[in-house]
Nanobody, 116 residues
Framework: QVQLVESGGGLVQPGGSLRLSCAASGSISRVYPMDWYRQAPGKQRELVAT???????NYADSVKGRFTISRDNAKNTVYLQMNSLKPEDTAVYYC??????????WGQGTQVTVSS
């Protein structure tokens, strides 16, 4: 069984920074990417950033240059460093991973609120 636990969300002023963490346990497959998604009120969940085992990354255009995804394979943890936060970044952030059978798992989410 795979479990994903996100942490690090909170309230931050525009221009501020937060670092999200997602700790994975269980049979996580390193073949598949790990992802961060977000869902704002009234909107669909969207992909924010992706990282593969080798370290290659990909970002949504809306966060390029501001967010950085990283992965500690020894700890089975993925991070999302978010800088220069904007009010439109307000959302619940979720991490996603797959097991060796390619089944997808989601964490419970962590709320990020950007407001003055």
């Amino acid at each position: 069984q795979v479990q994903l636990v996100e942490s690090g969300g909170g309230l931050v002023q525009p221009g501020g920074s937060l670092r999200l963490s997602c700790a994975a346990s269980g049979s996580i497959s390193r073949v598949y990417p790990m992802d961060w998604y977000r869902q704002a009120p009234g909107k669909q969940r969207e992909l924010v950033a992706t990282i593969i085992f080798g370290g290659s990354t990909n970002y949504a255009d809306s966060v390029k240059g501001r967010f950085t995804i990283s992965r500690d394979n020894a700890k089975n943890t993925v991070y999302l460093q978010m800088n220069s936060l904007k009010p439109e970044d307000t959302a619940v952030y979720y991490c996603k991973a797959r097991d060796i059978s390619a089944n997808a798992y989601w964490g419970q989410g962590t709320q990020v609120t950007v407001s003055s």
